[in-house]
């Protein structure tokens, strides 16, 4: 849990949010008090937001708990500086130095604090009251007496007093500020007059001169060393690195550079086992490469990796996707199909995702039409329609169905299969799936009559006579002379003049007409206002009926509805 703490400060501090990168340093702390690294990295925290004085705690339990660290004594120095200690910073950076005399961050931060220190020692011999300025007991003074105690609850004034501690002849910039005479006089143990104006001034009596106002002079602002980089485990260094072969790795991919891609992923593989995207980006390269095999393995690892980890669905399913696509490509028959398509109902399982589904259905798609092209064998289906028809001539219907299914199954071109199979659903009363096979063989073979004769007895059993009619005349446009497909025709106009005559009894009118009205035809020449007209007319002006009848169109219409049963020519 310290760890997970520490590793979201380094985070923090990386993007420069030091508040939150203060939270999880205290929050590793509270969970591992005695690990010296926490202190450190909270006082760079501290020292970022120039809060010197918590940086300084913390750089001092640093050295406390590990003496012989180097690194706690640059933390220490950078505390100092911050806090214009210049002497004790240092003290601490020397001290630093005897443990590691080649170390260049302690080196800089001397030269740094040195050159410091010297800059304040100038600036104050230049101010009469430069000295009353430095060193923390400025602000104990200040803080001691009554009359300057609430000044430092004000930031202004705060800061006025540290620009005057980091150059004390900046004192002249501030003197017109009463809080900044009474602090003055605070720590020169003297009193002056409260001001009357807007101009504050050194009362006559005083011993000490005025100072003479000085030319402003460009502040050159004292040096605050950067926060160094936060410490590092082994683990977060080795998955830092992992991070940045990914990147890497990416970049050759976009480049289609696979080889180096491929030493790239694995490098980061190497380093950290539990990030498995290392393992499913190496995965679509060895798929781009067309290693199906070593994508497949990758995929394999990733999933099994990932389930131990309990890694993010999403993951996982992008392994079972990314294997699944592989197993496409290497499939040879139908059978090979299947792992694939079981995979990828396995993804979908994990997280539904669009593109997931779609190889889904395309990868069922090409096992369908596999196993068609596989199990084509015109030969086969020529025995098992011969079977049928042997069945067929011993009544033995349901038989006959089941060989001459398998005979559309091996050779769905051959219009006769589905000829003979309407026959035989036309004996069992199976009228739809007859109706089904006769449409089938005549989109096979427009030229072969036996399906337009089957077509038309299934329709002439379904007593829609007008439609069985149309379909035998369009068979002899094949075949005039086809003595089925006549014989079918004369069945029809025996039946249509049977219901023209009035012979049909009141039940077969009844329900010839409620078969009639189920047909869409029907219905649309019923809904039309014009053709209501045309029967009204019929009914009550023979006159215009007359002239109806000169209308080929409108015959045909009161053809169809007379062979229905709807109108009766009396």
């Known amino acids: 849990m310290a760890d997970e703490a520490k590793a979201k400060g380094n985070a923090a501090f990386s993007s420069c949010d030091f508040v939150a990168a203060v939270t999880h340093f205290t929050e590793a702390i509270g969970l591992a ?6 202190y450190s990295n909270r006082s760079a925290a501290y020292a970022s937001l120039h809060k010197y004085a918590d940086a300084l705690d913390d750089a001092k339990k640093t050295v406390e708990l590990k003496p012989d660290w180097p690194k706690g004594y640059s933390r220490l120095g950078a505390a100092y500086i911050g806090l214009n200690q210049f002497s004790d910073a240092i003290d601490a950076y020397k001290k630093g130095l005897q443990i590691d005399p080649n170390n260049e961050t302690l080196k800089s931060g001397l030269a740094d604090a040195e050159s410091a220190a010297s800059r304040s020692r100038g600036s104050a011999s230049a101010n009469p009251f430069g000295d009353v300025f430095q060193g923390p007991e400025m602000w104990a003074k200040l803080t001691a007496d009554p009359s300057t105690r609430g000044y430092l609850q004000q930031p202004d004034f705060v800061k006025m007093m540290q620009d005057i501690q980091k150059n004390p002849s900046n004192l002249n910039l501030y003197l017109k500020d009463q809080r900044v005479m009474q602090a003055l006089g605070v720590l020169l143990n003297v009193k002056f007059k409260a001001p009357t104006g807007e101009d504050t001034e050194m009362p006559e009596a005083e011993s000490s001169p005025t100072p003479r106002k000085e030319p402003e002079r460009e502040k050159k602002p004292e040096p605050v060393p950067e926060p160094e980089p936060m410490e590092l485990s082994e683990e977060e260094e080795r998955k830092q690195k992992a991070r940045k072969e990914k990147e890497l790795g990416n970049a050759a991919y976009k480049k289609k550079d696979f080889e180096t891609a491929i030493e790239h992923y694995t490098k980061a593989t190497e380093l950290d086992d539990e990030d498995i995207s290392y393992l499913t980006n190496r995965a679509a390269v060895y798929l781009e490469m067309g290693k199906y095999d070593e994508c497949i393995k990758d995929c394999d690892k990733a999933v099994e990796r990932g389930r131990e980890l309990r890694s993010d669905f999403k993951m996982v399913a992008r392994a079972l996707t990314r294997k699944g696509t592989a197993l496409v490509k290497l499939a040879k028959c139908s059978k090979d199909y299947e792992p694939a398509i079981e995979t990828f109902q396995k993804a979908l399982t994990e997280h539904r995702n669009p593109d997931t589904l779609k190889k889904l259905n395309e990868a069922e798609r090409a096992k369908k039409e596999l196993e068609q092209q596989e199990y084509f064998d015109p030969k086969i289906a020529d025995e098992e329609r011969e079977k049928g028809n042997e069945f067929f001539k011993e009544q033995k219907y349901p038989e006959a169905v089941k060989h001459y299914t398998e005979a559309v199954k091996r050779n769905p071109n051959d219009p006769r299969a589905y000829s003979n199979r309407a026959a035989c659903y036309t004996k069992l009363g199976a009228l739809p799936e007859g109706l089904k096979d006769a449409e089938k063989c005549i989109e096979l073979d427009p030229t072969f009559t036996k399906g337009y004769s089957r077509k038309g007895a299934v329709q002439f059993f379904m007593k829609e006579y007008d439609k069985a009619m149309e379909t035998y005349q369009e068979g002899l446009k094949h075949d005039p002379k086809n003595q089925e497909l006549l014989d079918g025709v004369r069945r029809c106009v025996e039946q249509v003049n049977k219901a023209n005559r009035g012979d049909l009894s009141p039940e077969e009118l009844k329900e010839r007409q409620a078969k009639a009205m189920q047909d869409p035809e029907i219905q649309n020449i019923l809904s039309d206002p014009v053709m209501r007209q045309v029967l009204v ?21 009161i053809q169809k509805l007379v062979s229905a049963g709807i109108v009766q020519v009396r």
Do not use: S
């Not at 008090?33 to 926490?38: E, G, I, K």
């Not at 007319?537 to 219409?557: G, I, L, R, S």
């Open 33 to 38: 008090p005695t690990n010296h690294v926490l």
């Open 537 to 557: 007319d019929f009914q009550e002006n023979p006159k215009a009926a007359q002239e109806h009848m000169k209308n080929p169109m409108v015959m045909n219409k």
